[in-house]
């Protein structure tokens, strides 16, 4: 180390009553988050299930749905989810070297890139669905001859609205921890010693983005 | 001082981005490519591509490629049941008269109720 390397956050790890090692105890957090992640993967697993199956019926209707939705913008929000993988990445990258300032900066970008994948949903495409009556349940009514079927049509909506707030909706809880990392990370609490809460923050936000890597081409690519 | 954890260089995430990004024009141009007899094949070029482009969030990203063995094991489990999950739902839609007595290939139409 470097005379000028300022050590941010806790001078050295801080090992928990009931770990003998610092390793054993990250080995036991990172078990716990993917703990975590593995219920996120059944809670997101059961709706792609159902997608599956509806897919299988009624495959007409889901191309047809799927020419609904606007392919530019499915693929201008996947280039900023995936954008905002990689400024997580860096901020994790920042945080392991105790460097405040890039690390406050990264996750800072990495939180407005979610905002702005929530502005794209929420201002241009999901808007466009109310316009052309689109939306089951609130808003159902499609102009003749747009679908085979309407009621095997709305289905593919039912599963878009609901698939896509489900991540719009982990996108948000992620903003909001991502605030309050981003306190902590501006009261200089985490760096080399202590970045495991960015790391698992991390984690988080690579998952919402592997969901969102497949409802792009099951939803706008059929 | 240091945890022990694996430290990447910042090129190593910045060219997995890269890859990502390629893989996604792949994903578009892919459904926009001309398949001809072999339309069928869209949906499994699409989740190849998309299973790709998470391997790589998920070993990269994620660290799970320079992660213990248990958590390679845990990482791959959740994805694993996913597996299972679609596999039987389906089998069930693909194969749903299988082994019961209303399968009678001999003699079709017939019914198995008295």
Known sequence: MSDTHQVVGPEEPIVWEQYETIEQQEE????????????????????????????????????????????????????????????????????????????INYLGATLLLGCLFLFIKWYFEWPDKFAHHLVPVLDWNPAPGTFTDNAHAQMFFVLYFIMTSMHALHMVIGVGIGIWLLWMSKTKQLGENRYLPIEFFGFYWHFVDVVWVFLFPLFYLV | ???????????????????????????????????????FLALPIAMVIAILKATFIILIFMNVKYS???????????????????????????????????????????????
């Open chain 1, 28 to 103: 036991a957090n990172t078990f716990g988050i993917w703990l975590f992640l593995a219920q996120e993967i059944m809670f997101f697993g059961g709706l792609f299930g159902a997608y599956a199956v509806y897919r299988f019926k009624f495959p007409a209707e889901f191309h047809e749905g799927s020419l609904q939705l606007s392919i530019p913008w499915g693929a201008v929000n996947t280039s900023v989810l995936l954008l905002s993988s990689l400024t997580m990445a860096m901020c994790v990258y920042h945080t392991q070297r105790s460097n405040v300032k890039k690390q």
């Open chain 2, 1 to 39: 001082m240091s945890t022990g954890h694996q430290l990447l260089p910042a090129r190593v995430y910045v060219i997995n981005a890269l890859v990502l990004g390629g893989l996604m024009l792949l994903t578009v141009g892919a459904y926009y490519a001309p398949l001809g007899r072999f339309e």
């Open chain 2, 68 to 114: 213990s063995s248990l958590t390679k094991l845990f990482a791959a489990s959740g994805f694993f049941w996913f597996l299972i999950l679609i596999a039987f739902t389906m089998a069930d839609f693909l194969l749903p008269e299988l082994g019961s007595p209303y399968l009678d290939l001999a003699s079709p139409g017939k019914s198995p109720l008295p």
